[in-house]
């Protein structure tokens, strides 16, 4: 049974709250990957609004609070119709579909916004990752800019960049190893790129957006929590979101570290990534057609 089935079935036929139903409802938002903490807050809040203001409709009032949990976290702008030249650099761990996702970013750009992107093949540890990304580059039709393998992942964002000033690109997408051996080693590596985007391109926009797997639940947090205190992360993407995927780490990316999804992934094919709909999110999340 889908999660979102488990929540719709719990509210069937409940009209009041009452503690037992306050207790049981915060197990099951932790079964789906919200924080205890968090869990207890929008229950209590469930119970404070349901009380206040004599809101009929228990699912409909859990969606509300929900959305508006969701709603406080403002997204950075990440219009593809801005005229600046924007540099996207996709961050997270071996496995959650960085490259993959580099893809479907130049495919939205390029196919419905008819923008044009470059893609930096800046995961230069993992061989894969380079050949990756230069069969995506093919297929789209799109410019990779790679070195060898074992080069200065800095080094091709700079290549990158200097290709798209001189071309009229619209994006610079940036694939990021997944795997560094200390946070201290991320955090320089970060730096360096940095250091490179604001000097070869002081006016660009900048963006760096965390790729998280749904299907790792809280583990998802945890590698939030890293990134977002290594470096300043603008957002979420986040990959390999169907029927297997709980979603409540949304909620706690937006409660407990103010990081908004802005792109959700629902498979492999290019055509399955979306802008994130808080509202329809939540809808889903709890059931309501």
């Known amino acids: 049974m889908k999660f979102s089935d488990r929540i719709k ?10 503690q037992e139903t306050l207790d ?15 869990a207890v807050k929008i229950t209590d809040l469930l119970k404070e609004r349901s009380r206040k203001s004599g809101e009929g409709g228990l ?47 130049s495919f939205m750009y390029g196919n419905q916004y008819n923008k044009k992107t470059i893609l930096a093949a800046a995961d230069t540890f993992r061989a ?57 080693a991320l955090v320089e590596e970060l730096k360096k790129i940095d250091r490179i985007v604001e000097s070869k391109a002081p006016s660009a ?20 929590e890293v990134f977002h205190s290594a470096v300043s992360l603008d957002g979420v993407i986040l990959t390999k979101y169907d029927s297997s995927a709980k979603g409540g780490v949304v909620f706690s990316l937006a409660s407990e ?11 492999e094919k290019y055509t399955d990534m979306e802008v994130f709909n808080p509202e329809k999110f939540v809808k889903e999340f709890v059931g309501i057609e």
């Open 128 to 184: 894969a990752a380079v050949d990756q990304l230069k069969i995506h580059g093919q297929k789209l039709d799109t410019r990779v800019v790679a070195h060898k393998q074992g080069g200065d992942p800095a080094a091709v964002v700079y290549d990158a960049l200097e290709a798209a000033l001189s071309g009229g690109t619209d994006f610079v997408i940036a694939d990021t190893a997944g795997r560094m051996h200390t946070k201290s």
């Open 257 to 267: 570290l103010q990081l908004p999804v802005v792109y959700i992934c629902t498979g």
């Open 59 to 105: 699912l409909q009032l859990l969606a509300k609070l929900l959305l508006e949990e969701l709603n406080k976290v403002k997204i950075k702008d990440c219009s593809p119709v801005n005229d600046k030249l924007t540099t996207i650099l996709l961050l997270g761990v071996n496995g959650v579909g960085k490259t993959t996702t580099a893809a479907k970013l």
């Open 24 to 38: 049981d409802l915060c197990d099951l938002l932790i079964e789906g990957d919200f924080g205890a903490a968090q």
């Open 9 to 18: 079935n719990f509210f069937s036929g409940k009209l009041n709250v009452n």
């Open 205 to 224: 926009r900048y963006l760096k957006y965390l790729v998280l797997d749904a299907t790792t639940g809280r583990n998802a947090l945890a590698q939030a």
